[in-house]
């Protein structure tokens, strides 16, 4: 292998939603040493994934195991818990995504994905008040005017304003940049400011009243002045706001979490799609939630065709049922209610409240996951596994749901997620057979 | 092995019509008799009837638009009696958009063991794929969405039908698709680029500076040339819209007898002013149909209930939304499609309604020639499939379908012509527009019929009083030769397989390509196209000429 220097061409990067698949990776030896095309965040996921090869194939109890060791423990765990949650999802393929969700049926537990904890407020929002959105490359082919709003893509997704949003030509835009008016509405000036010709601060949790006054000028009602008091943002600026809305040939509001995950979530998230929505009286506007993890839009996709809803599900009667609050995983655990879990790519440990993190403690964990997450070190029994992209291939969602094959550079000596769920999913089914007949 | 006696067999396209006869399977297909051994078992069908598997023509099962109604609607999953986990099945819901695993044992549990999804963005075709992959049992494809596509509109504004053709049959391949799908042609492009929609055939697309016509004209024949299993398939411009069955009449006119499948021809039957209420003129167009043996159409029977209007039409979503009030959802695809999603409920006693679901039985009644229609819902657009077998009662039952037309609104139905039709369905015409001719309209020639050599789909149903009872529950349902339904429960747990076609192109089109995909779209023309790991079980169907 060494010195050999090959190219993988219109590669995918996994890293964030813009899940861009023009990146050409140059692999010498066992290393990819470029990424042509790549972002900084893009750079950092190809160059510094971990490559050591010394870390077991499973942990179980902190005493190294085989893979196969750990899916007999594995499906063991599952098998005898009687409130089992599956959870994850968003960083791996949607092949494992599927054996991920047919293991939640099997077992009868709850199924829930990192959406529950990003833009689950938007799926929220999206089931009350529906969404007209658009492909990105509709928003590169004809969006004269891009709102960005609670979200700093300058920094969560780098390529986003020349791939898509903001620099790129397209065919009813043809001059770029230069044919687009921009917007950031933000808490604070972040560097995606440089990018916008207008910049509106919104005082902190008041933007659904910012929205609302928005909708109400487009309808045509009065809004007061001490709508300035309140949001921060004077009437004049909105008004002149509204009008350039309508004049806009295709709009589109693209929005982060600032929206769905402060005051007011799902209703801030029904506001801004309601918004889009109303302007279709005018003109043609579209909204999109900026979705983070490379594959958190499959993880919905798959969730959704296999049970009927996004996440936040449960199979304790045998069928799935939906009820965000009650089956997403933060709040089980917070609760103290699931007695096992099986985490997919998602590190909670390091993200969830203390008390969900104390109960997840608790009980038996089995984490999935190519590095040493903080999840991995708690858990009961930890699988390193293959990267999806850079050595797994399968398939990743874009956050506009387009699907993109991935086209690995590297073997590993790791299995993948997926191989692991299959191994696991077979062991569960004839241990329950076992049962059944004993 | 099996061998099904005693069975009273209806196979219109063999000319068996309830005669007695055996039925012979081995390794998936149909075979004669003598073929089978001793190990062969032995069904015994006495007092049932034989039909070959259901074929489903035109319904919205899998991909991006299907998946965006079910996530929007968890209301109309939890309404639904939910499918359970069995030890060899997976679990689902129902409501008008079933998860993927309940479609496919739902159909099968209804006797159908074939399903098209009829209108897939090429974009999203690797996804309606792997949703097919989590579709159990039936045999299914899709309808590549084309009559939107700019590609293909630049082609016909500079008069280059040549270069079209073989852009067709790459896309066709690049989506792993079965046929051509038109959606209101030219008049997603008008409601993207900020207008509203084309108003007639002979509407411009702004921008592109074609017309509907030219569009309907140039991929219909684009589909006969490459000599594909079938041919174009329509859904034509105004759907829903009082007055609309002058455009579909010129649309069929404009066709000039090239081959063509109008299809929902129910929501394109439409009198009235725009505007105003509808009124029924079926009357004018089966006269055209039945005097075209190039047109084939399927109803878009509507059924009184809650349901999902989904379509590739995004005005009409953004109109329905309007009618209605209720939530709605639009996605539009760059360069080839649009979509739009509202909830909907039909009601007996609303004038519209009525007088829809009058005309798709009208459609049925006055058609000369089953062979040229075919039994939809338009799933989920005028009502789920799991309705047909309440639809084929109405057909095959007058005093229930007059029972029925009393429920309705009574001003609607008298003027149509519903009330005065007294023809009744035989066993046979139902195989036809149930089996026999979605089959053979979509160039399937192994399936819709149980001569020799046929795929061993074939459904047994236990004779009723009750035609809807008789169809909702078939004793026995065989799919690629193995028994996968008994008693309505699903005994084995197999997966159907995917048909695609993938005609030859030139691929001296493609630097072209690759400058089109580099401009305008926003993935890589190299990773495009869908490969066959996304049709694990795969069929190619053969194309005819090219």
Known sequence: MEGEVRVIEHATCTFCGCVCDDIDLTVEGNRITKAKNACVLGKAWFFEYPTEESRPEAMIGGVPATTAEGIEEAARILTRARYPVVYGLSDTTVEAQRVAVEIADLIGGCLDTTTSVCHGPSGIAFQGVGEATCSLGEIKNRADMVIFWGGNPAESHPRHFTKYSVMPKGMFVPNGRKDRYVVLVDVRKTLSARAADLFIQVKPSKDFELLWALRALVKGVEVDERIEAETGVSLATLKELVERMKRAKFGVFLFGMGLSMTRGKHYNAAAILTLARDLNQHTRFVAKPMRGHGNVTGADNVVAWATGYPFGVNFGRGYPRFNPGEFTTVDLLARGEADAALIVSADPVANFPQSAIEHLKRIPTIVLDPQASETAKVARVAFTTAIYGINVPGTVYRMDDVPIRLRPALPSRYPSDEEVLKGIAKRVRELRREALSA | ?546
Not at chain 2, 32 to 40: G, H, I, M, V, Y
Not at chain 2, 126 to 145: N, S, W, Y
Not at chain 2, 392 to 398: A, F, K, P, S
Request: aromatic residues 8%; hydrophobic residues 40%; proline residues 5%.
């Open chain 2, 1 to 546: 092995m099996l061998r099904i006696v005693n069975g009273k067999v209806y196979d219109p396209t063999n000319g068996v019509d309830g005669e007695i006869r055996v039925i012979a399977v081995k390794e998936g297909r149909i075979v004669p008799e003598a073929e089978l051994d001793a190990t062969a078992r032995t069904i015994d069908a006495r007092g049932m009837i034989v039909l070959p598997g259901g074929v489903d023509i035109h319904s919205h099962i899998a991909g991006p638009k299907v998946n965006a109604a079910r996530k929007m609607r968890p209301e109309d999953h939890r309404r639904a009696e939910p499918v359970k986990r069995t030890a060899i099945t997976r679990s689902g819901v129902m409501g008008s958009n079933p998860s993927t695993f309940a479609t496919g044992y739902t159909y099968a549990r209804l006797g159908y063991t074939t399903a098209f999804d009829a209108a897939v963005p090429p974009l999203g075709a690797r996804h309606a794929h792997e949703e097919l992959h989590d579709t159990p049992v039936i045999d299914k494809g899709f309808f590549v969405l084309m009559g939107n596509n700019e590609f293909i509109m630049r082609c016909l504004r500079a008069g280059e039908t040549e270069k079209m053709r073989h852009f067709v049959a790459w896309l066709l391949g690049a989506a792993k698709g079965y046929a051509v799908k038109l959606v209101n042609p030219g008049g997603v492009e008008v409601w993207k680029s900020g207008g509203r929609n084309v108003s007639s055939i002979d509407g411009v697309v702004p921008g592109f500076e074609v017309t509907p016509r030219q569009i309907i004209v140039g991929l219909a024949q684009a589909a006969m040339d490459l000599g594909l299993p079938h041919p174009a398939h329509i859904h034509a411009n105004n759907l829903g819209l009082a007055g609309n069955w002058e455009t579909t009449l010129a649309t069929m006119k404009a066709l000039e007898g090239r081959r063509a499948h109008l299809a929902h021809v129910q929501f394109h039957s439409y009198g009235g002013e725009p505007g105003g209420r509808l009124s029924s003129r079926v009357a004018d167009l089966v006269e055209y149909v039945n005097g075209h043996d190039s047109l084939s159409v399927d109803v878009g029977q509507v059924v009184f209930g809650e349901t999902t209007s989904m379509t590739g039409d995004g005005p009409l979503g953004y109109y329905l939304h309007g009618v209605t009030g209720r939530k709605w959802f639009n996605a539009d695809v760059e360069m080839e499609a649009g979509c739009g999603i509202v909830p909907i409920r039909y009601r007996e006693r609303s004038h519209v309604h009525t007088t829809q679901w009058a005309i798709g039985l009208e459609w049925l009644l006055l058609m000369n020639d089953p062979w040229r229609i075919a039994l939809s819902t338009d799933h989920p657009n005028g009502g789920s499939f799991t309705a047909y077998p309440y639809i084929i009662r109405l057909l095959m039952d007058r005093e229930f379908r007059r029972e029925a037309i009393r429920g309705v609104n009574a001003k609607a139905i008298a003027s149509t012509h519903l009330p005065e039709l007294d023809r009744e369905y035989s066993l046979n015409e139902i195989a036809i527009i149930t089996r026999a001719a979605p089959a053979r309209l979509l160039g399937l020639r192994r399936k819709g019929h149980l001569g020799h050599g046929a795929d061993a789909d074939i459904t047994i149903y236990d004779l009723d009083a009750d035609w809807e009872k008789t169809f909702a529950t078939p004793k026995i349902v065989v799919k690629a030769g193995e028994v996968i339904v008994e008693d309505g429960e699903i005994r084995r747990d197999v997966e159907g397989r995917s048909l695609y076609v993938e005609p030859e192109y030139d691929p001296g089109i493609e630097p072209e390509l690759r400058k089109w995909f580099a401009d305008f779209y926003t993935i890589e023309f190299d990773n495009y196209a869908v490969g066959m790991e996304y049709l694990p079980h795969a069929e190619r169907v053969a194309v005819s000429g090219g």
